[in-house]
């Protein structure tokens, strides 16, 4: 079997859908969603069934020899400086693998009913196999550049996404906000690779795990490398791309912007986590920025009101949750959340996206309610996905989240602010998310008549994912055994099942009976002032600065250097034209004079002698 | 003394090209340019006891001669097409 | 070093395309160009490949006026190489775009170009110094004659401009060879402008250098072009009809690059090292404001033009960290970044020739009309934002790399353009492509000759992206 398998397929899948969509675009008829579909899908299935091999491998070896490695090619080579092409698959990377291709399968499958209708759907699913294979080079790359390249490819494909229905400018401008502040973070990637190599003479990630830094050195690739996380798993300060994102195709939202890209931060971090563990500043940082992104999200989540929206909050929340786990130094409970969060949140998006396709794009959970009866389906599992993330045992969310929250407090890194602060977002988690399950399915209809008419149950293609990933979302905690043997760990289980049990009762007896649109606050709804912030100091300085730096440097000083010299040229032009006056004896008169002038300095000269070199 | 005379004369004609008016008047002052420095060849020959001065005014009548005539045929056609004979009114080598 | 012959074809060829042109039919003149640019290309292939590949040196010296130490000193080594072959495969690319260019004195055109080429290949094969600035001058020549015969209505300025500045800078690099030239002779009783004569002398600590220095700097600095330096650059690329956009992004500023790296490093080790710290805060300098005002810009042509600027600055960035790795991947960065912006401004040309109104507001959707021509123009804008897996990202990486030991502030500088280069090129590209369709005809999609060139340089592009070895491997062996 051959690690490039997984790659493989997806690319096939990307080549095939690339070439129907330009054919179909060529002569304008409309490619069919079932057999791209099912060629993107199958693609993934491939992929999926390569990477269980693996699992099944992996799980017959001792856990030291968890390890294969491939070398492609010879990628950039000068002098000492050599990196390969070559992917590595381990424990850690297997995870990422099964998770991307095994809830990307499901997504895939979604999409063929989702997007039944769409008006170019090989391009959908060209663009969603390019995201996954994309995605599989960032956790199977050996090296940082291979990193790298799955890390800026799974941007390309998020901006691709979300800018999908293209003929909206402001969709295409949310995917671009996605990629630009991407970007921001990507440059910390870039230049923790150059500090690498430079200190560690090598850019293999094996071989940095492995180094012994200076600890200022190893915060400083640490801290440039957490920066990068932050921009791709959108936490503070880069986090503002992520509510927008949600212009894209729901299953797309699903996938990427749930499930698998945003959660690469997490990857990377525990790629890198021997380097982490040197530096406790680095990780302080860390674990304070995770919990006050899951704080300052769960606040913003509670005042929105567009279900994807609200969605994307939790997700920068539970991201939050991730990166506090890696922060206090308990990467395997950060990646458990990974695969349990991938279950549940994925089920989560495609519920509301069922919702949604049910509504024909109706996104306000105010004008939703009472959907329990019409989509029965769709309010199970989402029940199932709400008992998950609000970490109500035994579903999935119990063992992982709890597992951070004991962390938070018990482990040398952990300290009873985070530990305050990580319970209170459970809280507002609690309350916001019941919420929105109970303003969606439970309360009374607020529907338009006529859209209450035609809400119908998905078909089968969007309900499996679904049930399967409802399943997942169940009994996907107990593939983890938790190591934590703490005397009052069970306290703190108690005591985080309350805290949760609380919220959603506030939020269910708040919400039962609403039958109008709720007063938000705009300052709490538009995002506590980051987003208008940003607009304001980069999405209109940097346009600003750049009108300036136009106006003032360029035209003032370049271009008018520019005109000065062509002004001295044409100005010594007229002043030795005048000279010219067409007259012949004016010109004879001159050449006389010159002459004389020319003869009396000649003579001159050699009385004095130096005319002549001899004398 | 012949050399004085041979400069005084030079002069003349420098002065007469340059600031006379009439292109025929120029051409006369031409004229007396070279014969200024025909004077002063003889001169010299003189002087130094060698034909090659002499020679040189033989050379310097018959090239003399001929740019007369171009001259003239110049100021002719120019007298033709300008109406005018005045070098102040012929700015052609202008623009 | 071996003395080869192959290397006077590389000119006579040009040049007897050039005259020729004259004889050939109005009506056949473009296919004609393209048969004498594809035998150029493949000639510089063929010769430049072993060079390539074993890094060997080709030598040819033809003599001229010898008295004065001019030759024909012709040197083919990897460096010149790759120019060499870069502005091959470019000419053979432009001398296949269709435009008024072949309706409008077709025989001039054709002429010019060779005329061009002939001027281009004498440059980078030269390493005699007074040939090198005869034929950097001879590139005026036809670039004037292009951007005022065949350029858009306000080109009088701009090729004032680009003379005048041109000019300035080039007249005082030849009183600079004149001296070096000079040098020798009071040093060997010889005169010489050959580089390799002038190198065997012991220029260290020569009070006149700096002057030289400044000389060279100032012509091949606005050639490239460096802030502030870059003044003259918009009008001309934004009036110039495409073919000479590209000659000039793709290559001419090629020849800048290339003066720094075969001219003044060897020559002026002491100055340019004292100075070091300033060039390279030049060159990050210039991403970032080429950057600025290619966000700010209007015209698309203008952008581009720009962004030309912004990749040059990375080169320059490459070229100033003075080691060998930064030399090499800025000849890299220089390859990638003439093949990609020579295919932006192709495909440009190709969605203007289909929409002729030129601010970047007018367009809107037209990626739904031009599928296929949209999704190249997409792959070369990836390119363009040096997105991994591309040759620019290699080109870009492997400049930052070695620069960041030499200076991580100028690095971190640079990189930040790299951030304006998603903004602006995005922005670029949305605005074309992205947005309402408006309806109405469609001229047709990409087609015949450029469809095939075109994705024959995306594929060296991308296939370049993930197999640059060849780029390093003959460097390597130096």
């Known amino acids: 079997m051959n690690l490039f398998l997984i790659l493989l397929f997806p690319l096939i899948g990307f080549t095939i859908n690339g070439f129907i969509h330009l054919k179909s675009a060529k002569s304008g008829a409309k490619a069919s969603a079932k057999q791209t579909g099912v060629i993107a899908t199958l693609a993934m299935f491939a992929s999926f069934f390569v990477s269980a091999f693996y699992y099944l491998q992996f799980s017959g070896m001792a856990e030291s020899s968890r390890l294969i490695e491939q070398s492609l090619f010879t990628w950039m080579n000068l002098g000492s400086f050599n990196v390969d092409f070559a992917l590595r698959l381990d424990s850690l990377s297997l995870l990422f693998t099964l998770v991307i291709t095994g809830v990307g399968s499901l997504i895939h499958l979604y999409s063929i009913g989702y997007m039944s209708e769409d008006e170019s759907p090989a391009r959908y699913f060209a663009y969603l196999n390019l995201f996954c294979f994309m995605m599989l080079n960032l956790v199977l790359g050996a090296t940082m550049p291979h990193v790298f390249l799955g890390w800026e490819g799974v941007g390309l494909a998020s901006y691709l996404l979300i800018g999908y229905w293209h003929q909206d400018v402001e969709k295409v401008g949310a995917g671009q906000k996605a990629f630009v502040m991407n970007r921001i973070g990507d440059l910390g990637f870039l230049i923790a690779m150059f500090i690498t190599y430079k200190y560690v003479g090598s850019l293999d990630l094996m071989v940095l795990q492995k180094a012994t830094l200076n600890p200022a050195i190893a915060a400083t690739i640490g801290f440039l490398i957490f920066f990068a996380c932050t921009g791709k798993s959108a936490q503070i300060p880069l986090f503002t791309w992520l509510p927008d994102a949600m212009a894209g195709p729901t299953p797309v939202s699903a996938l990427i912007h749930a499930a698998t890209m945003v959660t690469s931060g997490i990857y990377l971090l525990n790629r890198i986590s021997p380097l982490l563990l040197q530096s406790p500043e680095v990780m302080s940082v860390i674990a304070m920025v995770g919990v006050t992104t899951a704080f300052v999200s769960a606040i913003i989540g509670c005042a929105q009101k567009d279900i994807k929206k609200i969605l994307a909050y939790s997700t920068v929340s539970q991201l939050g949750f991730m990166f506090l786990a890696c922060g206090v130094g308990a990467f395997d409970a950060g990646v458990f959340h990974v695969m349990t969060h991938a279950f549940f949140k994925a089920l989560m998006f495609l519920g509301a996206g069922s919702v949604i396709h049910a509504l024909h794009h109706e996104q306000n959970v105010f004008k939703m309610g009472g959907l329990r009866k019409k989509l029965p389906i769709t309010t199970f599992t989402f029940v199932m996905g709400w008992a998950a993330i609000l970490g109500l045992p035994p579903f999935s969310g119990f063992f992982s989240k709890d597992e951070i929250i004991i962390q938070s407090l018990h482990s040398p890194h952990g300290n009873q602010i985070l530990f305050i602060m990580a319970l209170a977002s459970a809280l507002l988690t609690a309350f916001y998310m019941t919420r929105l399950l109970v303003l969606v399915f439970f309360s009374p209809s607020r529907m338009e008549k006529e859209t209450e008419e035609h809400v119908h149950e998905s078909p089968l293609t969007m309900t499996i994912p679904l049930i399967v990933l409802a399943i997942l979302s169940l009994v996907g905690g107990f593939m983890h055994h938790s190591e934590g043997g703490h005397q009052d760990s069970i306290n703190i289980i108690i005591a985080s099942v309350v805290v949760a049990l609380v919220g959603a009762a506030f939020g269910f007896f708040r919400y039962r009976k609403f039958d109008k649109e709720e007063i938000t606050n705009a300052f709490v709804e538009q995002g506590l002032g980051f987003d208008v912030f940003y607009n304001k100091f980069f999405g209109n300085g940097v346009p600003a600065l750049a009108k300036g730096v136009s106006k003032w440097v360029e035209e003032l000083f370049v271009q008018n250097t520019i005109r000065f010299c062509s002004w001295m040229v044409q100005f010594s032009g007229n002043v030795l034209k005048s000279f010219q006056v067409g007259s012949m004896q004016a010109y004879l008169l001159m050449m006389v004079v010159l002459g004389l002038v020319l003869l009396i300095w000649v003579l001159q000269s050699m009385m004095q002698g130096v005319f002549f070199y001899g004398k | 003394m012949m050399l004085v005379v041979s400069c005084t004369v030079f002069l003349i004609g420098l002065m007469g090209v340059i600031f006379r008016k009439n292109l025929l008047i120029v051409l006369m002052s031409v004229e007396l340019m070279l014969n200024a420095v025909n004077l002063s060849f003889v001169t010299f020959s003189k002087m130094h006891n060698s034909l090659d001065g002499q020679i040189a005014v033989l050379f310097v009548m018959t090239v003399a001669a001929a740019e007369s005539a171009v001259g003239l045929g110049l100021v002719i056609a120019l007298f033709r097409t300008l109406k005018t004979a005045d070098s102040d009114q012929i700015q052609m080598l202008r623009d | ?478």
């Open chain 3, 1 to 478: 070093m071996e003395n080869s012959q192959q290397l006077t074809a590389m000119l006579i060829w040009p040049v007897l395309g050039s005259l020729i042109a004259w004889f050939v039919p109005k009506a056949s003149q473009r296919p004609y160009a393209l048969f004498i640019s594809a035998v150029q290309a493949a000639l510089a292939l063929y010769i430049v490949a072993p060079v390539i590949q074993g890094g060997s040196t080709l030598q040819q010296n033809l003599p001229w006026i010898s008295d004065l130490g001019i030759q024909l000193n012709l040197k083919l080594d990897v460096v010149s190489a790759w120019f060499v072959l870069l502005s091959g495969v470019v000419s053979f690319v432009v001398l296949g775009m269709k435009g008024q260019w072949f309706r409008r004195n077709a025989r001039l055109y054709t002429s010019m170009a060779f005329f061009l080429v002939f001027a281009i290949n004498t440059a980078f094969l030269s390493s005699n110094l007074i040939v090198f600035y005869l034929a950097y001058e001879a590139v005026f020549i036809p670039m004037i004659l292009m951007v005022g015969i065949w350029g858009s209505s306000t080109k009088a300025t701009a090729v004032f401009r680009f003379f005048l500045m041109s000019f300035l800078g080039s007249i005082l690099m030849l009183v600079s060879i004149f001296y070096l030239s000079y040098f020798h002779f009071t040093k060997t009783g010889a005169f010489s402008a050959n580089l390799d004569d002038i190198l065997k002398l012991d220029l260290v600590g020569n009070p006149a250098m700096p002057w030289c220095f400044a000389g060279f700097f100032l012509a091949f600095a606005i050639k490239v072009p460096l802030f502030p330096f870059h003044g003259w650059l918009k009008e001309v690329y934004v009036n110039a009809p495409t073919p000479a956009t590209i000659w000039m992004s793709a290559i001419l500023s090629k020849l800048g690059v290339y003066g720094f790296i075969r001219f003044v490093g060897p020559l002026f080790p002491e100055t340019i090292l004292a100075v070091q710290g300033a060039l390279l805060a030049v060159a990050a300098f210039t991403v970032i404001y080429s950057a600025f005002l290619a966000i700010q810009a209007k015209d698309p042509k203008a952008l581009l033009a720009y962004s030309s600027i912004s990749h040059l600055g990375f080169v320059m960035l490459g070229v100033f960290t003075l080691g060998k790795a930064g030399r090499t991947s800025a000849i890299v960065l220089s390859v990638s970044h003439g093949l990609t912006s020579a295919i932006l401004f192709y495909l440009y040309h190709l969605v203007t020739e289909r929409k002729e109104d030129v601010s970047l507001d007018s367009y809107s959707g037209l990626s739904k009309k031009y599928p296929v021509l949209f999704v190249c123009l997409f792959f070369a804008v990836l390119s363009s934002v040096s997105l991994p897996g591309t040759f620019n990202f290699v080109g870009e990486f492997m400049v930052l790399m070695s620069a960041y030991p030499v200076s991580a502030l100028c690095t971190i500088l640079a990189g930040i353009g790299v951030i304006f280069g998603a903004v602006y090129m995005l922005r670029f590209y949305q605005r074309l492509g992205f947005g309402p369709t408006a309806d109405g005809e469609t001229a047709g999609d990409i087609a015949g000759f450029d469809l095939v060139v075109v994705i024959l340089i995306l594929a060296m592009v991308i296939y370049f992206g993930f197999q640059p070895a060849i780029f390093f491997g003959g460097m390597n062996n130096v």
